[in-house]
């Protein structure tokens, strides 16, 4: 009697087990349902790329064309001048920027205009360098804030006349969006801002909703079995040799890295400069005075060339009116599709001063 009483007991106690073991599997089913139906109610980068064609305007992000989610927006932009001199290299925060347009000021010595808008947290962007009227026509049509330490007298002139489309907060009289590095560096190659100091910025001037300006036209990568594999060097010959730019094509990320005097462009904390289009245009220029100021014709048409998936289109450049944004069209008059990410422009005043091939 007691083996079968043990028996019917255990006998009991195992149909409790399994019968808690199957709640404990029900339940758990149900709590993996409820999350993965939340999940596939929430939106995602998979979901709104299959739906790109019908909400493309929406759905791309303005300054670089990068797929982006409904709940996303268009951060206001930042447009900085920042030098090129030798005695501001290692650079910093360069490579964080979205745009970048390099052109050269006196001395034949280039200058960058760098437009943030994507939110990047930056500790360092600099140095901060001074104003030039042609990199305001450039920039003028994305409405921008511009970040400046004085500047040319034409430049500065055009600034307060108040006629250009865009906030100025030149350093001289907006200091605390800016800091010196006198430990680092000397003046006038020591000023800086950050990523932060541009979130104050947008938030001291209310600048917190998206903006309306020209877009470009962007697509999808080539993809990887398509593109090539031996692609020639991209070289701008800036009038002296420290300045000499060259781009080579990286086939596995489909991008371009950028290289000064042959060297890799690191910045000072060792980030590389990356793009994934690369345009490089003609615009007249000439000297207007003894210190060796250049005036460059912004606006009309020109030469132009675009890189982009280690291939190479031969473009027209087309600015209609200082306030607008420069276009490119193919030889058919066909406006060219960019590579969704950062794009960067090199004026030169002629086409000599670019090799390719």
Do not use: C
Not at 309 to 338: C, I, P
């Amino acid at each position: 009697m007691k083996k079968n009483k043990s028996k019917n007991f255990f006998k009991a106690n195992q149909d409790k087990l399994i019968l808690a073991a199957v709640f404990l599997v029900i339940f758990i089913g149900l709590i993996f349902y409820i999350n993965r139906s939340k999940e596939s109610a929430a939106p995602t980068i998979e979901t709104v790329v299959e739906n790109q064609e019908k909400l493309e305007d929406v759905l791309r992000r303005k300054i670089d064309g990068q797929i982006i989610l409904e709940s996303e927006e268009n951060i206001y932009p930042i447009a900085i001048m920042v030098e090129n001199a030798v005695d501001a290299w290692p650079l910093s925060g360069l490579d964080k920027a979205d745009l970048v347009i390099e052109a050269i000021t006196e001395s034949s010595i280039p200058r960058f205009v760098a437009i943030y808008a994507t939110g990047q947290d930056v500790d360092k962007i600099g140095p901060v360098r001074s104003a030039r009227p042609y990199y305001l026509d450039w920039i003028e049509p994305l409405n921008p804030v511009y970040m400046h330490v004085g500047g040319a007298p034409e430049a500065l002139a055009s600034i307060k006349s108040g006629k250009r489309q865009l906030i100025d907060l030149d350093q001289f009289f907006h200091y605390q969006y800016y800091w010196r590095d006198n430990k680092w560096r000397y003046a006038p190659h020591n000023v800086y801002t950050s990523s932060e100091l541009l979130k104050e910025v947008l938030a001291d001037k209310e600048l917190t909703q998206p903006i309306d300006y020209p877009v470009w036209q962007y697509k999808d990568d080539l993809e990887p079995e398509q593109r090539p594999e031996d692609v020639a060097d991209i070289n701008i010959f800036y009038t002296q040799d420290y300045y000499k730019v060259t781009w080579k094509y990286n086939q596995e990320e489909n991008n371009y890295i950028r290289y000064q005097r042959d060297k890799i462009n690191k910045m000072s904390d060792g980030e590389w400069i990356k793009a994934k289009n690369i345009i490089v245009q003609v615009n007249k220029m000439k000297v207007i005075d003894e210190v060796g100021r250049k005036k460059i014709n912004t606006t009309g048409e020109g030469q132009a060339w675009i890189f982009r998936d280690g291939e190479v289109v031969e473009a027209k450049w087309q600015k209609n009116a200082k306030k607008s944004r420069t276009k490119y069209f193919d030889q058919n008059g066909t406006e060219l599709k960019f590579n969704a990410g950062k794009t960067w422009i090199e004026v030169v005043p002629d086409k000599d001063y670019l090799s390719y091939q």
